[in-house]
Nanobody
Framework: QVQLVESGGGLVQPGGSLRLSCAAS????????MGWYRQAPGKQRELVAR???????NYADSVKGRFTISRANTFKMVYLQIDSLKPEDTAVYYC?????????WGQGTQVTVSS
């Protein structure tokens, strides 16, 4: 019912910035929260940031002060502004949408932080 497509990843030097985008389509009206997850090589997928329909936000401790999640007035677009990138931020970043019945995932976008 909901399709998610991420974009904006790439290769960035430490200290640099990126803005990831997630475009949602389908039954967007059913979404009550969206978030960004990431999965680094050899690690489990972890929640990075989440935003609800009332615009409350949650962040992983490791990204507080550096990452900012935001959205359009609807959940049609969700963004993750990433500043002060560190090598340990290297991962595939996935967009997630939550509805009452289902959770949805995008295919991911690669973020690589290297000098």
């Amino acid at each position: 019912q909901v399709q998610l497509v991420e974009s904006g990843g790439g290769l960035v030097q430490p200290g640099g910035s990126l803005r990831l985008s997630c475009a949602a389509s389908g039954s967007i009206f059913s979404i009550y929260a969206m978030g960004w997850y990431r999965q680094a090589p050899g690690k489990q997928r972890e929640l990075v940031a989440r935003i609800t329909r009332t615009d409350s936000t949650n962040y992983a401790d490791s990204v507080k002060g550096r990452f900012t999640i935001s959205r359009a007035n609807t959940f049609k677009m969700v963004y993750l502004q990433i500043d002060s990138l560190k090598p340990e931020d290297t991962a595939v970043y996935y967009c997630n949408a939550e509805s009452l019945r289902n959770a949805y995932w995008g295919q991911g976008t690669q973020v690589t932080v290297s000098s």
